[in-house]
């Protein structure tokens, strides 16, 4: 079964680190660059990063540019994002996304996971 | 960067058809053919309609197509059904590798 599955989520207090984590199976998760795209409550969709598929590239929206870190380990099929410095506005559901075309980007995210919860407050 | 504009709402009866539009600027939807429109019912995760404007995913109904003119991306819902009902987002490549999206549409099919 060719799925995503976010964990790590939880309630931090501004200023605070959170790492998240998308564990990847039923699909060769080497060969496709992964993105990070989050939704506040009641919101819409928010890109966050995209990791090439072995990891040599990474880039970020310009909302999380020096605080987030987009990382991945394919020998455990396993993507994360490390979040510093977190503000209110970064409470969201944050999902991973497999990007559609092996070893390239078309920014199409055809396999999401199901998110996991980050709530941001004092 | 902005959100691309998208309308907040649309509806339609079962069997009519509808159009989203999605408009963007000449930096994002009107320089690339990188395109694409997700489904999300409530509390589910997006699903994959339609990506580099047009082209449809395997298992996607051929009544979801989809065009581009300018900076503005069309989605069109024919023979609209129930099962239809959910909000869609359209997003966009927008150079120096970074994505955008819409603010998102909500359909209601009457």
Sequence with gaps: QVQLVESGGGVVQPGRSLRLSCAASGFTFSSNAIHWVRQAPGKGLEWVAVISYDGSNKYYADSVKGRFTISRDNSKNTLYLQMNSLRAEDTAVYSCARDLVSYYYVYAFDIWGQGTKVTVSS | ?110
């Design chain 2, 1 to 110: 960067q902005s959100a691309l504009t998208q309308p907040a709402s649309v509806s339609g009866s079962p069997g009519q058809s509808i159009t989203i539009s999605c408009t963007g600027t000449s930096s994002d939807v009107g320089s690339y053919n990188l395109v694409s429109w997700y489904q999300q019912h409530p509390g589910k995760a997006p699903k994959l309609m339609i990506y580099e404007v047009t082209k449809r995913p395997s298992g996607i109904s051929n009544r979801f197509s989809a065009s581009k003119s300018g900076n503005t991306a069309s989605l069109t819902i024919s023979g609209l059904q129930g099962e239809d009902e959910a909000d869609y987002y359209c997003c966009s490549y927008a150079g120096s590798t970074t994505v955008i999206f819409g603010g998102g549409t909500k359909l209601t099919v009457l």
